[in-house]
T-cell receptor, first 115, second 116 residues
Framework: AQSVTQPDIHITVSEGASLELRCNYS??????LFWYVQSPGQGLQLLLK??????LVQGIKGFEAEFKRSQSSFNLRKPSVHWSDAAEYFC?????????????FGSGTRLSIRP | KAGVTQTPRYLIKTRGQQVTLSCSPI?????VSWYQQTPGQGLQFLFE???????NKGNFPGRFSGRQFSNSRSEMNVSTLELGDSALYLC???????????????FGQGTRLTVV
């Protein structure tokens, strides 16, 4: 069955420190992978996506992610976090006909920033 | 351009009632999907509408239904509300399937439904 696993429920990092959020997926075919961010009371914003090609993808707000097929992973990284990065982050795989359809989300990782 | 608009933002309903939520996609987007977000189950796909037809459906009971109009606006309806239906309902839109997956899905801010 298709699934996405985010093993870390909550992570706290100091402002200015580097960040890595883990994501593992299970999907039979070539996966369409996404990272979304959600601030409290808000909808979801796409940070970056991977469909094919270069396995290191750049996103908005200084985030990047690396697709590793051999490890079924798509970890999100940022070299230096800012207090405004505090939010919930969702890794997801697309299983539908369009990029909005049938997205399978992980359970999310809540990121807190220590001043 | 205007984003995905969901109305209302907040709703309080009584168990047993029904509710209708509305979603206006970004202009030109023909695919509209609905998601339910709860603390216990996380984000779950409800259904997708494209060209006024339901194209994909998640694993929800028949009390959850939807429709799409010719202008791509979509509504979802929940009948016979249960306490467990309390959730944030999110709508997402994207360009149609001829663009495949290589487009971005845009989410609305959601409708917070509370069933009492």
């Amino acid at each position: 069955a298709q699934s996405v696993t985010q093993p870390d429920i909550h992570i706290t990092v100091s402002e200015g420190a580097s960040l890595e959020l883990r994501c593992n997926y299970s999907y039979g075919a070539t996966p369409y992978l996404f990272w979304y961010v959600q601030s409290p009371g808000q909808g979801l914003q796409l940070l970056l996506k991977y469909f094919s090609g270069d396995t290191l993808v750049q996103g908005i707000k200084g985030f990047e992610a690396e697709f590793k097929r051999s490890q079924s992973s798509f970890n999100l990284r940022k070299p230096s976090v800012h207090w405004s990065d505090a939010a919930e982050y969702f890794c997801a795989v697309g299983a539908g006909y369009s990029s909005a359809s049938k997205i399978i989300f992980g359970s999310g990782t809540r990121l807190s920033i220590r001043p | 351009k205007a984003g995905v608009t969901q109305t209302p933002r907040y709703l309080i309903k009584t168990r047993g009632q029904q509710v209708t939520l509305s979603c206006s996609p970004i202009s030109g987007h023909r695919s509209v999907s609905w998601y339910q977000q709860t603390p216990g189950q996380g984000l779950q796909f409800l259904f997708e509408y494209f060209s006024e037809t339901q194209r994909n459906k998640g694993n929800f009971p028949g009390r959850f239904s939807g429709r799409q109009f010719s202008n791509s606006r979509s509504e979802m309806n929940v009948s016979t509300l249960e306490l467990g239906d309390s959730a944030l309902y999110l709508c997402a839109s994207s360009l149609d399937s001829s663009y495949g997956m290589n487009t971005e899905a845009f989410f609305g801010q959601g409708t917070r439904l509370t069933v009492v």
